[in-house]
């Protein structure tokens, strides 16, 4: 069969021949991929540079996807072998029946970017109906995914921030009650926040940047006064991973700093929400109720496509 194979940590996945898999048990099940979505964590782990490494090498490339089962069902599992490939071997209990309407692209891409947000707004920032949200860096594919995932759970408002214009826009289209860019001055920035706050206090930041930018919402903080708690969720930092903070703030707000990733919480809580939410948001986007700008490319480019800026769904056959 056709694979996207890792020969080696530190190079790209190249198209080419590899053995079909095997069966090794009856909780496996062999099945034909559709599509698979290249994630961060994939690309960081054929670089060899995340704690979790392969069985052994060469590698097929993939940890889950769509696939199509021998009757022809169209169902989204985790796969115990590469799901980027014509065959492919998958948990039966990460099985999940896709609804009618929802494009294998969109399917597969779905699940990584709701870890990165709908997983954080529900777990960490514990998100209600009548909430204002405040979405730093929602620009990009996650980020972007939290304001629709916020407006979805019934937040009041929702804020974004971000440097790309012409996502700034698209925002404003798909859950953005109010975008503030992130070109211009920091002075320009902490006004806009603060006077933000001002006019609706927000009770939740989603931080997807970290590094200065995370500075310059402190800072504006500073300048305002609290009417109620403000949790502060970070989930990335894409701007910097480190930032200089005084305590004071914690001191004289009542403000509250957590973590939201894979090391944050029980294992669990993911399988949980595969389980009984990601299902839910499945039919909603099946609706045509979720915006995503996702590129698709086929398996014979998959080492151009991991290459490319963006996020990039590889679909098979």
Avoid: C
């Avoid at 109010?178 to 920035?189: G, V």
């Amino acid at each position: 069969m056709k694979a996207a194979v890792l020969k080696q940590y530190g190079t790209l996945p190249i198209y080419t021949d590899f053995a079909e898999p095997e069966v090794a048990n009856d909780s496996q099940i062999l099945v034909s991929p559709k599509a698979s979505s290249i994630k961060q964590l994939d690309i960081s782990r054929a670089a060899g540079k995340h704690y979790t490494k392969f069985k052994a090498m060469p590698a097929v490339m993939g940890m889950d996807g769509v696939a199509e089962l021998a009757d022809g069902t169209r169902v989204f599992a985790s796969a115990v072998t590469g799901m980027m490939a014509e065959k492919a071997v998958i948990d039966k209990k990460s099985i999940l029946k896709l609804p009618d309407g929802l494009s294998n692209v969109m399917a597969a891409a779905l699940p990584n970017v709701l870890l990165g947000s709908d997983v954080a707004l529900r777990t960490k920032g514990e998100i209600k109906a009548g909430d204002v949200i405040f979405v730093s860096g929602a620009t990009g594919a996650t980020g972007m995914m939290a304001v629709q995932m916020a407006k979805f759970h019934g937040a009041a408002k929702v804020i974004a921030t971000g440097r790309n214009a012409k996502t700034l826009a698209v925002l404003k289209k798909v859950g953005a009650d109010q975008t503030i860019s992130l070109d211009q001055t920091d002075d320009a920035i902490i006004a806009e926040i603060a006077a933000a706050y001002r006019t609706a206090p927000f009770n939740m930041i989603i931080d997807y940047l970290w590094g200065h930018s995370a500075e310059v919402i402190f800072a504006a903080l500073e300048k305002v006064k609290f009417n109620k708690q403000l949790k502060y969720v970070t989930v990335g930092e894409m701007a910097g991973s480190a930032v200089s903070l005084s305590s004071q703030i914690f001191r004289s707000h009542d403000l509250q700093l957590v973590g939201s990733g894979y090391g944050s919480f029980p294992a669990s809580v993911v399988e949980n929400y595969m389980k009984n939410s990601l299902p839910e948001i499945f039919k909603y986007a099946a609706a045509g109720n979720i915006y995503m700008n996702w590129q698709a490319s086929p398996l014979s480019e998959v080492e151009k496509a991991w290459a490319a800026p963006g996020r990039t769904v590889i679909t098979i056959n």
